[in-house]
T-cell receptor, first 114, second 112 residues
Framework: NAGVTQTPKFRVLKTGQSMTLLCAQDMNHEYMYWYRQDPGMGLRLIHYSVGEGTTAKGEVPDGYNVSRLKKQNFLLGLESAAPSQTSVYFC?????????????FGDGTRLSIL | DQQVKQNSPSLSVQEGRISILNCDYTNSMFDYFLWYKKYPAEGPTFLISISSIKDKNEDGRFTVFLNKSAKHLSLHIVPSQPGDSAVYFCAASARSNYQLIWGAGTKLIIKP
């Protein structure tokens, strides 16, 4: 029973490099989310998706792109990494929208940008 | 402008006693509130929630109280156990959008 799986778990990038974070869920959830968590702050929503083929901006979308080509996968891309994007990234999914249903989270990706 | 505030970064409680974690919010449009628990190197896990039409919700050792007039909610854990040591996040959402707004978290330490 995997739930939400994030890959990779750790990554170190140099400024300007690009990378993609992968999130996969096996619960047939419609809604998926990408958050970042920084020290002393709560989770902040980057982008979210309400179904296959859809994406929308969250609170802090700048510098990130996302795609949801398959219902079970939600990809987060950094086109040109910046030190300000050093953070822990969490993916989550839920059956219904955030307020009415709890979100299920992956264990996070710790990303460092040098 | 923090819409959800957890003013205590940490809290230490004796095993067996009651733990009370607090959360304040500013947006009167919030109508659903959730508490999540997070262990190191893991993602948050859902603990308990409450709708704005209620003022209390219980689930085993966990009870959440909502005071809408004060824009305040609290999580009570009775009795506290060593496995309760974790970071607790309060989160809120409004019916008008999909976003959860999160507090910064409170680290709960249960002392033996």
């Amino acid at each position: 029973n995997a739930g939400v799986t994030q890959t990779p778990k750790f990554r170190v990038l140099k400024t300007g490099q690009s990378m993609t974070l992968l999130c996969a869920q096996d619960m047939n959830h419609e809604y998926m989310y990408w958050y970042r968590q920084d020290p002393g702050m709560g989770l902040r929503l980057i982008h979210y998706s309400v179904g296959e083929g859809t994406t929308a901006k969250g609170e802090v979308p700048d510098g990130y792109n996302v795609s949801r080509l398959k219902k079970q996968n939600f990809l987060l891309g950094l086109e040109s990494a910046a030190p300000s994007q050093t953070s822990v990234y969490f993916c989550a999914s839920s059956y219904h929208r955030a307020g009415n249903q709890p979100q299920h989270f992956g264990d996070g990706t710790r990303l460092s940008i040098l | 402008d923090q819409q959800v505030k957890q003013n205590s970064p940490s809290l230490s409680v004796q095993e067996g006693r009651i733990s009370i974690l607090n959360c304040d919010y500013t947006n009167s449009m919030f109508d659903y509130f959730l508490w999540y628990k997070k262990y190191p190197a893991e993602g948050p896990t859902f603990l308990i929630s409450i709708s704005s039409i209620k003022d209390k919700n219980e689930d085993g050792r966990f009870t959440v109280f909502l005071n809408k007039s004060a824009k305040h909610l609290s999580l009570h854990i009775v009795p506290s156990q060593p496995g309760d040591s974790a970071v607790y996040f309060c989160a809120a959402s409004a019916r008008s959008n999909y976003q959860l707004i999160w507090g910064a978290g409170t680290k709960l330490i249960i002392k033996p």
